[in-house]
């Protein structure tokens, strides 16, 4: 299983950003997905995760009601919009999935917040 991330870049704060992931290979069904963060200075954090039905999402409290997650299982995609960035924000956006009790990561992509 591989997952691909992409979508990050450079925005001024305020804005918005959708990162993408998409998994690919030997790919299960009925599996959950989402995003962590990491900065220099505070390691990985949760951000956001989806159930496979999507029906259930979860969200870190400093991201609520500013970012959306949501997923095309057709497409075994899970996005991340991102709305009204803030500085703090600027960080590598890794994806995730977990699958028959393994979670898979993908690369990260690079979120920089400019003021």
């Known amino acids: 299983v591989q997952l691909q991330a992409s979508g990050g870049g450079l925005v001024q704060a305020g804005g918005s950003l959708r990162l993408s992931c998409a998994a690919s290979?030997?790919?299960?069904?009925?599996?959950?997905m989402g995003w962590f963060r990491q900065t220099p200075g505070k390691g990985r954090e949760f951000v956001a995760a989806i159930s496979w039905s999507g029906g259930t999402t979860q969200y870190a409290d400093f991201v609520k009601s500013r970012f959306t997650i949501s997923r095309d299982n057709a497409k075994n995609t899970v996005y991340l919009q991102m709305n009204s960035l803030k500085l703090e924000d600027t960080a590598v956006y890794y994806c995730?999935?977990?699958?028959?009790?393994?979670?898979?990561w993908g690369q990260g992509t690079q979120v920089t917040v400019s003021s």
């Open positions: 290979g030997r790919v299960f069904t009925s599996y959950p």
């Open positions: 995730y999935a977990i699958m028959a009790g393994f979670t898979y």
